[in-house]
């Protein structure tokens, strides 16, 4: 997709395509953050079983893992 859109040139057209992009971010976004205390609190849970688990990275796998992702 991306080198079909690489052949346009209306700036209309690629700003149309950047703004529904932002759009589903911005619902994906949303839609992971926890809409009443019950849901928060099953997060927390399954966060507190991870830590317990072993199941936890350190900020310098985190970076790397979303350095790697966005290379792509």
Do not use: C, H
């Not at 399954?46 to 979303?66: C, M, W």
């Amino acid at each position: 997709m991306t080198e079909w859109l690489v052949k346009f040139k209306d700036e209309a057209i690629l700003s149309r395509v950047e703004a529904l992009k932002k759009g589903n971010l911005e619902q994906i976004y949303l839609s992971r953050i926890p809409r009443t205390p019950s849901v928060m609190q099953k997060k927390l849970d399954y966060s507190n079983e991870d830590i317990a688990a072993g199941r936890v990275l350190t900020q310098s796998e985190v970076k790397n893992f979303f350095e790697d992702k966005f290379k792509k």
